[in-house]
């Protein structure tokens, strides 16, 4: 059942008793509960905090510590599964799901006694009407008397009522897949829960700031497209406003200990404020793609690019601080109009800068990288959730800072191994998409192991090829992309990605992998609560590669 009243009917309810939050292991979740702790220890709420990467560990979670909390919040995890038949629920505990993925379990939209959803019904999605769904045997029985004293006739009888009943599956089962062919992500739960904090009147900046690191971090994965992430910025925008009013105050007067958030252009550069112009062109995806940056030809165009800018090569090589004022100010300006002028557009988007007095200044997009990169540096979750939860702390600007550099260290493996795959071409055409896989071998293929980090190889990867390709249909492809999961056991992970051409996220294989694994009769396993990435163990990747190209045809 959905949740109407952010305050009366979830957050006036929780606080009353023990809460379990279950949250999953991804920079939204991450934002959303620093955001629902904060409210917590200022109202002095009870509550146990327990990190989750998949389906099993949400299971053993919740049958561990659910016996002494009533209340159980799951953040980005739950929505599109069936929480009752998988958690099995008892009747005294109310489960509330705060979850970004879609689409939504239609037994968790009709539950109205222990399920709730903390979300909006999504336009682009119509929910199925509920008698379209689910049979309601009082109406069988009244409907079967009425069709007694027409018909009369006790054989006539239960053939009508077959009939209906095989009418009705049938349609049920259209239904139903019409409802979940996509896989999708609707709005970011932490925006949600930065609505609650408003509604309440408990918003402050640092809650801001987390709502658009959230929105941020699901854009930079590419979970939603650029209207709905714009949609997004239109509506945290007014709170930025309200928040950080503009005064006649000199800057002098401002404590350094204040917090500013402000309206900015960023550049689809990776980190370049806390890298070098140089390396941050090279390990970009949209510019390395853009350039062609890994051929010698790509190369020399991107020299020719940052002379043209006016800045030395040697300044270009080292860290941005570096650099002259003057550049630093305008660099926006600068880079925006060069790029134009080799005749590429789309650099820039709308987002937003926080400033911390006037030394630290940063952008949301390098915060949700180091964010993401801190999620996943630790082989424990649990520990590296913890950490960078701490990150994310408005005075923990060392521990942020150590987060960048490993986003850099992501960023810059991720771009050599996608150089890699292109150049030994093992992007391959498999038919109905493309095809590649990451060898043991290669540096650092344990990165790949995580979510977050895999679906930024698959994009950069698909943009590469498509760059690269002399084939037209190549935007109009999908990607399939497999790497080494847990040596030891022989499995490995698959994802899948929509083509370029579309510009949608809606991703069509979490059915497709689905049906290609009952075709093939291989065993894989949906753990992760994205179904649109499975594992499966490396003898039966073959096969199941073969259903799915067969599928897909």
Sequence with gaps: MFVRDLRSEFYDKIIRGRVLLLVNHDVDALCATKIILTLFQADHV??????????????????????????????????????????????????????????????????ATNVFLVMKPDEESAIPAYDDVFWDSDNEILEDDDDDDRVGNLQRRIQLKRSRK??????????????????????????????????????????????????????????????????????????????????????????????????????????YRHWSLYESFVNSSFTACALKSWTNKGHKQLLLILADMGIPLTKCKQKFANIDSLYRTNICDIIQSTMRKNGIDNITYTSFTQQ????????????AMAAGAVLEQVETTGNS?????????????????????????????????????????HIVSAGPFYFAYIQEGVAEWRMFTHPHCFRLLAIFLLRA????????????????????????????????????AEESPKNLFGKAFEQAALRSRVEISQDYFSSSVISLRLENRTKFMDALIALLS
């Excluded at 953040?75 to 009752?84: F, L, Q, S």
């Excluded at 999708?184 to 700031?209: A, M």
């Excluded at 939860?389 to 408005?394: F, G, I, K």
Aim: negative net charge.
């Design 465 to 500: 090829h498509v760059a690269s390709s002399r084939s037209k249909k190549a935007p109009n492809m999908p990607l399939v992309l497999s790497a080494p999961l847990d040596c030891e056991n022989a499995t490995c992970i698959v994802t899948g990605l929509p083509p370029l």
């Design 166 to 271: 095989i009418a009705w599956e049938t349609k049920r089962q259209q239904v139903i897949f019409d409802f979940e062919e996509f896989s999708y992500h609707g709005t970011s739960s932490t925006l949600i829960l930065f609505e609650l904090t408003w509604s309440i009147s408990r918003d402050t900046n640092d809650s801001l700031w987390l709502a658009i690191v959230g929105i941020t971090s699901m854009f930079l994965l590419e979970l939603v497209d650029k209207a709905k992430y714009l949609s997004d910025v239109d509506r945290l925008q007014p709170h930025v406003f309200r928040l950080n009013p503009r005064s006649g105050d000199s800057e002098e007067t401002i404590s350094k200990e204040c917090s500013r958030i402000s309206l900015s252009t960023e550049l689809r550069l990776s980190l």
């Design 356 to 367: 911390f007095g006037f030394k630290h200044r940063f952008c949301a997009a390098d915060v």
């Design 46 to 111: 009870h509550y146990m905090l327990v990190p989750i990467s998949g389906k099993l560990e949400l299971q053993e979670a919740y049958k561990e510590h659910s016996i002494s909390h009533n209340n159980v919040i799951l953040i980005n995890c739950g929505a599109t599964i069936d929480v009752v038949e998988l958690l099995d629920i008892s009747h005294g505990n109310r489960v509330y799901i705060v979850d970004n993925h879609r689409p939504i379990d239609l037994v968790n939209v009709y539950n």
């Design 385 to 425: 959730f913890m950490i960078a939860l701490d990150c994310l702390s408005p005075r923990s600007i060392p521990k942020l800072h150590s987060g960048f550099t490993l986003a850099k260290s992501q960023t810059s493996v991720i771009a050599n191994t996608v150089q890699t795959l292109v150049d030994m071409n």
